[in-house]
């Protein structure tokens, strides 16, 4: 019996295990579908230290915070963090000195209004994003939607469909312009292979300082 509590045993048609930490700091394996039970219990004993370091790591990562719309709340804006300032407006505005206008009136209905608007600043700020970076790479896709995943940042489907976390719109614009690439190099190469990875790099040599901001930031998923 590993000293690792495997929460998880996903099968499939892949070829090799995969030893995962899970957002709530849980290990999910993922496994071929015919790996003996024994086999994955040992390695996971094996790889003990590793996995428990990683748990650890997950654990000191931000939590989410659950927005309350007091006056002087912070709210993530590409990057930049702006305060909640509340007005006699009718729309959600993004002030100069870094204020986040917000309508009195929207409050009741807060959380959905917050909602809105920052998936169609998200819609607008990505589109424009990925058509630039699309047309300089000459990488082509059929159409860019934003999601409400509650686990990936993007995803690139079969006919070469872009999705888009909305939550993305709170991400500095370079770690935004990473999601792009990597999902635009998925329209060529569709796995995670050395390929995949060698094409990332040769657009962006630092997308490492990208993913590991994702994954500190991984709380922005429950973001609202």
């Not at 650890?56 to 990057?79: D, I, M, N, S």
């Not at 896709?141 to 006919?159: D, E, F, Q």
């Not at 993305?168 to 935004?176: D, Q, V």
Request: aromatic share 12%; charged share 30%.
């Amino acid at each position: 019996m590993s000293r690792i509590k495997i929460t998880k045993i996903i099968r499939s048609k892949r070829k090799n295990i995969a030893l995962v930490i899970s957002r709530n700091a849980t290990l999910v394996v993922r496994a071929p579908m015919r790996t003996p039970i024994s086999y994955i219990e040992k390695l996971v004993e094996e790889k003990f230290t590793w996995i428990e370091k990683k748990i650890q790591e997950f654990k000191k990562r931000p939590k989410a915070v659950k927005k309350t719309f007091f006056e002087g709340e912070e709210f993530l804006y590409l990057g930049k963090k702006y305060k909640l300032e509340l007005t006699e407006g009718m729309k959600i505005e993004l002030g100069e000195n870094l204020e986040l206008f917000f309508p009195r009136s929207f409050l009741w209905r807060a959380r959905i209004r917050m909602l809105d608007w920052y998936k169609k600043q998200a819609l607008i700020e990505i589109s424009q994003r990925t058509k630039t970076i699309s047309e300089k790479l000459n990488l082509k896709y059929s159409v860019l939607k934003i999601s409400n995943a509650k686990t990936n940042w993007g995803s690139c489907g079969p006919k070469n469909s872009l999705n888009f976390n909305w939550r993305l719109i709170m991400a500095p614009e370079k770690i935004i312009d990473y999601v792009i690439i990597h999902e635009l190099t998925h329209t060529i190469e569709k796995n995670h292979s050395y390929k995949f990875w060698n094409r990332v790099a040769g657009v962006m040599p630092e997308y490492r300082e990208a993913r590991e901001w994702l994954r500190h930031n991984q709380c922005l998923v429950e973001f609202l």
